[in-house]
């Protein structure tokens, strides 16, 4: 007789508080959160909070076996596995459309520092003039990251005008100290909803990212023509 494998009771304890999370609203969808800094997943946190939008993170093997638990009440939640991805995943839950949480969750990104060997985004231009730094070592890290640093009255200054980094080009670890700094962080995170489920429709990403404001539009636009056909044909 096979002996049965032995759970660690906080796996299973585990695995019922997320199920418990996926029964708590209608809408269930997976979220990566990779790259996302502490502070930043605070800050996004928070605010999702408030606009109705919940997040659970945990081991994904024990999210999967919890969806897995759930969707034997919550019939087709368990559609979320198949977009599992090699990252650092959480679960939201909430009573907003799906639409609405990927707009949320778009207009919830933030800036956040370069550690270095990222890809510049845009363009990152240092302004000309004076920093907020007296006189003193830090000249010499900002003259190491290539910026035209000098010091003038006892204060560091950036003495013209200066591109750190093209659109384009990794950001080097100097240059992304420098950058950090003079409090420029010209890296955007933000979570990125892979899916969602609503109880009967199980969305990807691709078909949630509409722009609801031309959406509307062309819904305005319809409506009036509509109007103007069935008017004009009498």
């Known amino acids: 007789m096979k002996p049965e494998a032995f759970v660690a009771d906080w796996k299973r304890k585990e695995v019922s508080a997320i199920n418990d999370f996926v029964q708590s609203a209608p809408v269930v969808g997976l979220v990566d959160v990779s790259g996302i800094g502490a502070k930043q997943m605070l800050t996004m946190r928070s605010s999702l909070r408030e606009k109705g939008v919940k997040l659970r993170m945990s081991r994904n093997r024990l999210l999967k076996l919890a969806l897995q638990d759930a969707s034997k ?3 087709g939640v368990d ?4 977009i599992f991805a090699p990252h650092q995943i959480a679960l939201l839950s909430s009573t907003e ?11 919830s990104q933030t800036k956040a520092p370069a550690k270095g060997g990222e890809i510049a985004p845009s363009e990152i231009v240092i302004e000309k003039g ?6 003193g070592p830090i000249v010499g890290d900002f003259q190491n990251a290539g910026f035209p640093a000098a010091i003038e009255k006892g204060k560091i200054v950036i003495r013209k005008k200066h591109t750190a980094v093209a659109e384009g080009e990794v950001i080097t670890a100097e240059v992304a100290a420098a950058l950090t700094k003079l409090e420029i962080y010209p890296i955007t995170v933000g979570m990125q909803l892979l899916g969602a489920f609503d109880g009967e429709t199980f ?3 691709d078909v949630l990212d509409i722009d609801l404001s031309e959406f509307r539009g062309q819904v305005q636009s319809a409506t009036a023509q509509a109007f103007n056909l069935a008017f004009n044909a009498r």
């Open 130 to 135: 004076p920093t907020a730094f007296p006189a």
């Open 203 to 205: 969305y990807l990403s």
């Open 97 to 107: 459309s799906p639409f609405k949480i990927f707009q949320m969750l778009m207009e």
């Open 79 to 82: 559609q979320i596995i198949d």
């Open 73 to 75: 009440s919550k019939k």
